[in-house]
């Protein structure tokens, strides 16, 4: 009995911090749908945006963003499979990352100069 007490007490304290994600979804005249994802604790904020296509899978570009709204990552799918130029947004630095068909094609590492 101790035992399942623990679990309900368990069980409501995630369910008391868990917070939902609000998503919005925009119809496009190309037959793709645009999502746009919010941060679960700033809804006011998007931590990412792009693409779905009509068979609901990810497709053309998707941008990631901080809470400051800094883009953090630029990615690229063809029919739900990783495809083209990836670009990560470090402090100091960009990553390029290349894919073909969901393979890893080359990773390189740019200096991110600031005048």
């Known amino acids: ?3 399942f007490i623990n679990l309900v007490i368990m069980l409501f304290c995630i ?3 868990s917070q939902e994600q609000k998503v919005e979804y925009q119809k496009m005249d190309n037959n793709m749908i645009k999502a746009t994802y ?3 604790d700033n809804s006011a904020i998007v931590e990412r945006e792009g693409f779905f ?3 609901g899978k990810l497709h053309d ?3 990631s963003y901080d809470l400051a709204g800094n883009k953090t990552a630029i990615a690229n799918y063809k029919n739900g499979k990783k495809e083209g130029v990836w670009i990560y947004f470090k402090k100091d ?3 390029i990352v290349t894919y073909k068909d969901n393979k890893l094609i080359n990773v390189e590492e740019k200096a991110l100069v600031v005048n």
């Open 1 to 3: 009995m101790k035992a």
């Open 15 to 17: 369910t008391a911090f």
């Open 38 to 40: 919010y941060f679960a």
């Open 53 to 55: 296509n009509k068979e």
């Open 61 to 63: 570009t998707w941008v």
């Open 93 to 95: 630095k960009i990553n």
